[in-house]
């Protein structure tokens, strides 16, 4: 823990960071009894503190901190952990991890405004919902480059821990941010990219300004593009005014040095659903409102729209302003952001067109045909409206939408729709233009992001909605839901990762469990086979299933046998339910009504056609390749929506497709997890609700990570700190003064204290508790703490009293000694011999005086002998002195000459010294220079050398090709000529079948003339046979005339049959020809075509083979000869650099030369300079003899100038 001058450098930020020292030390120093002190739940606040007053037959009985006194099941109290454990920065570290300890910690440093805090491997923010200064530039400064544990939690921690792991490792990060609606995600991604930008930014060179690119650094391009995306993809929800309704993963690209390369953007799940269909307390995409603002009159004319969204029943649902966002200066900021992220006039035009259209779409209408289920349009003008923004015809469109044309095997059939129907078709084209519109504009952002500089690694921010469990939960939730199911799974599967990395390090035997497994139920009945994702799909493929039949097979198939499929529990109030998921965070209740609409989500194709035939530039871009995507889908491409059999694209296919996509993604990084919370629903800076915390807390897995840890070895200490902080608990187990192994003496001192063994195991390093242990350890090191301070205590004061017991009998035996001499002397007072005693002493002095004379005049005569003799040695002194001083004076003056010479031989040392160093320097630089030649020379020859094999391979390879050319061109000659063979072949039986169908004209006109002559006979043979009736009723009469109309009959009839066979053989002969004509022709009609089909396809084969070829050949010549020129280049640089290296190598070896010749000479100076300071030495120690004798006679001198002064 650091002190409070490290906590300096976090300047203003640093009392909401961490708590200062001195509310430590009393934290630690605060009364505390571990048995007693307990959490105990509460119907109002969920848990509140108590003392634990007893307990017996399974309740307990607490005194609460409010003075109430209440009786509870023990399973309802918690123990509390200790008071040093407050406000702790990493949860996972508290002695007792259960529920109430876990909110007390974030609610007591919430309300210090410590807004972090980390909980194993998550850091949990809760939003403040006011400004705090812990984002400036020396906060970052302050966090640059620390681990985790050496500074306090903060979101600028996790960034650059992510940033080290990925310059260390070489890997891909991610930080994953999840939370409710409003608990502060987007604000923490852009801290995030805020200290990226910051970090990766130091001491990078300004790029260059590149036209028709965003300028500024990274976080601003970044807020530039923030209000086209929040416009089109945040609406307000229950709990927040501008929530995101997408999920963002921004990529963070890095070069290899670590600087900052670019950044792009993906999303995922944009909740399209939210354009047909909003709460009642909830609200569309923004960017609906801003329009009908009116702010830009010439826009409300251009998309034909009013003022009023109450126009609009589709975007109308629920509410139509938000109190904290003015729709105007939103409007302006987007239409800003649209200009500066470089959309062109046309495109903006349209973005705004398509975005008008999708309005309208709610306001088309249609009805029942009479007597028949067909839908049909209910007016036109609405769909005029939308046919002008969206660049069709109107009437193309209606038919296309309540006639739609549908693939049955080969054939395009026409389909008739109903009316709900054609609306859901409507809903679903609305929807798929938004997403698609949405999802065009952010890939136009990341164009603009990306800079085109190198990349190496990148760091993933991922900002998703987190679990939610409402009154009424439908398929949006479920998918929601499971999306975090996941992510939870990967955090278990991450953490168990960690734990296991952990434990296989210090060599600590245990059962590993994947906690992943944990989930695993719950995620296999959504996505597995059978699943409810799998059942919904299903269903969406017959036309007569139900949200019942949906909901039977459901129960069938699972009701009873899978744990996570439950019935839901009835309630009041409660919203009715069809089934409950058991889920991570809690048991969820699901509604089915709909989801059977909502998961197909058709696009009716025939309009999908007329959108790619828009002469709306921006719809036909849009829809370019959907019949591409289809075809790829069809055949078990990736989206997996399109099958065969016309089947479409579910919406649960697709989720269940971006949520792979982005699973893979995290898997490929190392993961960093946030965790952000809602203190309160009514946003009061400070105020925590207790039910709400706890609520996302399970929620967001915070829990579920410190139910793991409580399975595992929560607590871990070093062997020494754990020595040196228990070893009080029984020091007789380690030998004062004797050298012990820290591991050793841990071991000894555990195994010799009363806990339970199997609760701890040793590893390499540290040893590791079960959760509980540490706080047990905690309490019996204090109870023993509390004893030998007692026992401190007492010997001291023990010592104490000691001591003044000595001074107060000190004192009685003074005070007797003093009243006994007072006594004494006031008794002989007045005695006449005392007095006379006090008159004679001071007489007594005189007696000596004369015995200090004699001993006065014999100290004279010896002076007076010794004055004499030190006059003389005086005398013979100076004359010494005299030689001495001129002595002195001549070696001064060959001192001052040495001295003179000494300069002048230093000045020239230290002039060759530094040409010394210069030409070493010299000579050093030229050296590295000559190595760095030799190297590049070296690598030069190894590129020369592989560009040489490199043209080898190429040339070989550009044979093969003229080999395979010229082989080629043989075969298509070959094929030219069978080809030109079947033309002429085919032109021969073109003649034939010319002929033959002349003959059948002919046959067929010979026929048709046999039919008219048949037909005129037969009408002769009637008018005959009515004359024979008459003629018979005349038989009488008329018989010689019968006789010969009976002749005449027979002749007729004979006349008939002739002509009757003459019918039948031309008929005949008709009927061969054809068949002659069909069979012969046809055929071999069919042959021929489909064997010249067959030649052109070879040919063409042939001919693009020929193209690529030669394609291919022109391109190894093109790099052969950059090769070639490379080469020449290369040789010419390596003889270059040879030329130089012989340069340098004679300037080495003439600066070699010249350092010998400068040392050799420095050497010679320096023989001389240590011989004449030899003879300086010399002189010195002379002259500092003769000095000090002088100094002696004069000494002696004045001795006995004083002694003569004296006689």
């Not at 991604?189 to 001491?203: D, E, P, S």
């Not at 209000?227 to 993809?233: I, Q």
């Not at 042959?1087 to 070829?1109: F, M, P, T, W």
């Not at 090769?1123 to 280049?1129: D, H, I």
Request: aromatic letters at 8%; one cysteine or more.
């Amino acid at each position: 823990m650091s002190t409070d001058s490290e906590m300096e450098q976090y300047g203003p930020a640093a009392i909401y960071l961490r708590k200062p020292e001195r509310e430590r030390i009393e934290a630690q120093a605060a009364p505390f009894d571990a048995k007693t002190a307990v959490f105990v739940a509460d119907p109002d606040e969920m848990y509140v503190k108590g003392k634990l007053v007893k307990k017996e037959g399974g309740k307990a009985t607490v005194e609460t901190d409010g003075g109430k006194t209440v009786t509870v099941k023990e399973d309802d109290i918690h123990p509390r952990n200790p008071p040093k454990y407050d406000k702790i920065e990493d949860m996972v570290m508290m002695t007792h991890l259960n529920e109430p300890c876990v909110l007390y910690n974030l609610k007591e440093r919430y309300a210090s405004w410590m807004i972090y805090t980390y909980s194993g491997l998550f850091c949990v923010v809760v939003n403040p919902y006011k400004w705090l200064p812990v984002y400036d530039a020396v906060v970052v400064a302050a966090y640059r480059g620390k681990k985790r544990i050496e500074a306090p939690p903060h979101i600028f921690s996790i960034s650059d821990n992510a940033y080290q792991f990925m310059q260390i490792d070489r890997e891909n990060q991610s930080v994953l941010i999840t939370g409710e609606s409003g608990a502060g995600k987007t604000v923490n991604t852009k801290r995030v990219i805020q200290y990226f930008a910051t970090i990766a930014a130091i001491g990078a060179k300004k790029a260059e300004p590149t036209p028709g690119k965003m300028q500024g650094s990274l976080e601003d391009q970044i807020i530039a593009a923030n209000p086209l995306l929040e416009a089109y993809g945040n609406a307000k929800t229950v709990r927040n005014d501008n929530s995101s309704r997408f999920g963002k993963f921004i990529r963070i690209h890095f070069g290899a040095t670590g600087k900052l390369a670019s950044a792009d953007i993906e999303t995922y799940l944009l909740e399209k659903s939210r354009v047909t269909f909003q709460l009642s307390a909830e609200r569309s995409y923004h960017i609906f409102y801003q329009l009908m603002t009116g702010h830009k009159p010439e826009l409300l004319e251009a998309l034909l729209i009013t003022t009023n969204p109450y126009d609009y029943p589709m975007i109308s649902q629920g509410e139509i302003t938000v109190k904290s966002i003015d729709d105007i200066e939103e409007f302006i900021a987007t239409d800003t952001a649209i200009d500066i992220l470089g959309f062109n006039a046309d495109e903006k035009l349209g973005i705004y067109k398509l975005t008008g259209a999708v309005m309208h779409h709610g306001n088309m209408k249609f009805k029942q045909k009479q007597r028949e289920e067909q839908a049909e349009p209910d007016g036109t003008e609405v769909a005029d409206k939308i046919a002008y923004l969206m660049g069709l015809n109107s009437a193309d469109m209606l038919k296309a939408l309540c006639y739609p044309r549908v693939k049955v095997g080969n054939e395009m059939v026409t389909k008739g729709q109903t009316v709900p129907q054609v609306n859901n078709a409507v809903s679903a084209l609305c929807k798929s233009v938004y997403e698609k519109m949405f999802l065009w504009m952010v890939i136009r952002i990341n164009e603009m992001l990306d800079t085109k500089q190198a990349r190496q690694f990148y760091i993933g921010v991922l900002d998703i909605a987190g679990f939610e469990i409402f009154d009424f939960n439908s398929l949006e939730q479920l998918c929601i839901n499971f999306t975090n199911e996941k992510l939870q799974q990967f955090f278990n599967h991450t953490m168990f990762v960690l734990e296991q990395e952990e434990y296989k390090k210090e060599g600590i035997e245990w059962e590993f469990i994947d906690f992943g497994m944990d989930l695993a139920s719950c995620i296999e009945l959504i996505e597995k086979p059978l699943g409810i994702f799998s059942i919904l799909e299903e269903e969406c493929m017959f036309p007569k299933a139900s949200d019942t039949t949906f909901k039977n097979k459901l129960h069938d198939q699972h009701l009873g046998k899978t744990k996570a499929f439950e019935k839901p529990k009835p309630g009041k109030g409660k919203a009715e339910a069809h089934f409950a998921l058991v889920h991570y965070a809690g048991t969820v209740d699901y509604n089915i009504t709909g989801w059977l609409d909502k998961n197909k989500d058709p696009l009716n194709e025939s309009v999908i056609q007329l959108y790619q035939k828009a002469s709306n530039k921006l719809l036909a871009f849009l829809y370019a390749s959907h019949g591409a995507a289809d075809e790829a889908a069809a055949s078990g491409g990736k989206k997996g929506g399109k099958k065969k059999g016309g089947a479409f694209q579910t919406v649960s296919a697709v989720f269940r497709e971006n949520l792979g996509k982005l699973m893979t993604n995290l898997r490929s990084t190392h993961p960093h997890f946030v965790r952000c919370l809602i203190p309160n629903e009514s946003k009061t800076p400070g105020l925590m609700e207790n039910f709400l915390v706890i609520h996302q807390l399970r929620c967001n897995g915070v829990l579920e990570g410190i139910r793991i840890c409580r399975k595992g070895f929560p607590s871990r200490i070093i062997y020494g700190d754990f020595k040196q902080r228990y070893k009080v608990l029984n020091a007789s187990v380690i030998p004062e003064g004797q050298f012990i192994d820290n591991k050793k003496a841990s071991e000894k001192l555990l195994g010799s204290i009363d806990v339970d063994h199997t609760q701890y195991m040793f590893g390499h390093t540290k040893v590791f508790f079960k959760a509980g242990l540490l706080g047990q350890l905690e309490e019996m090191r204090d109870e023993k703490l509390a004893t030998l301070v007692t026992m401190t205590q007492a010997l001291c004061r023990a010592y104490l009293m000691r001591r003044e017991f000595v001074k107060m009998m000190e004192r009685r035996e003074s005070i007797l000694t003093i009243q006994y001499n007072i006594r004494s002397f006031m008794n002989v007072k007045n005695w006449p011999w005392l007095k006379v005693y006090f008159k004679i002493k001071p007489l007594l002095k005189s007696a000596e005086t004369e015995k200090e004379l004699q001993q006065m005049k014999e100290n004279y005569d010896k002076m007076k002998s010794d004055l004499a003799a030190a006059l003389a040695k005086k005398k013979e002194l100076e004359e010494k002195m005299v030689s001495l001083l001129q002595e002195k004076n001549d070696l001064q003056l060959q001192v001052a000459s040495e001295i003179e010479n000494l300069s002048d031989a230093e000045e020239r040392c230290e002039g060759l010294i530094k040409s010394k160093i210069q030409l070493e320097a010299k000579l050093k630089e030229t050296t590295e220079r000559l190595e760095d030649e030799e190297e590049i020379n070296a690598e030069l020859t190894g590129k020369k050398r592989k560009l040489e094999d490199e043209c080898s391979e190429l040339k070989k390879d550009i044979d093969d090709l003229e080999l395979t050319l010229a082989k080629v061109e043989k075969e298509k000659h070959a094929t030219e000529n069978k080809v030109k063979n079947l033309t002429e072949e085919m032109a021969s039986q073109d003649e034939s079948i010319a002929k033959l169908t002349k003959e059948k004209k002919a046959l067929q006109e010979a026929h048709q003339q046999t039919l008219d002559d048949l037909q005129a006979e037969e009408d002769k043979v009637n008018t005959l046979t009515k004359a024979k009736t008459k003629l018979e009723q005349q038989v009488d009469d008329l018989e010689g005339s019968l006789e010969k109309e009976q002749d005449t009959s027979s002749h007729l009839e004979r006349m008939k049959k002739n002509l009757e066979v003459t019918v039948k053989d031309l008929q005949h002969r008709l009927d061969e020809a054809e068949n002659l004509a069909m069979k012969g022709g046809k055929k071999q009609l069919q042959k021929l075509e489909s064997r010249v089909r067959e030649l052109e396809a070879e040919v063409e084969a042939e001919q693009r083979r020929g193209a690529d070829a030669v394609k291919g050949v022109r391109k190894y010549e093109r790099r052969v000869k950059e090769l070639t020129y490379q080469t020449e280049e290369d040789k010419k640089n390596v003889t270059r650099l040879q030329d130089l290296v012989d340069k340098l190598q004679l300037k080495v070896k003439t600066y070699k030369r010249q350092a010998e010749e400068a040392e050799e000479q420095a050497n010679t100076h320096m023989s001389r300079l240590r011989k004449v300071q030899h003879e300086m030495e010399e002189a010195q120690e002379r002259a500092d003899i003769a000095e000090s004798q002088v100094n002696k006679l004069r000494a002696k001198s004045r001795d006995a100038g004083k002694s003569d002064s004296a006689e």
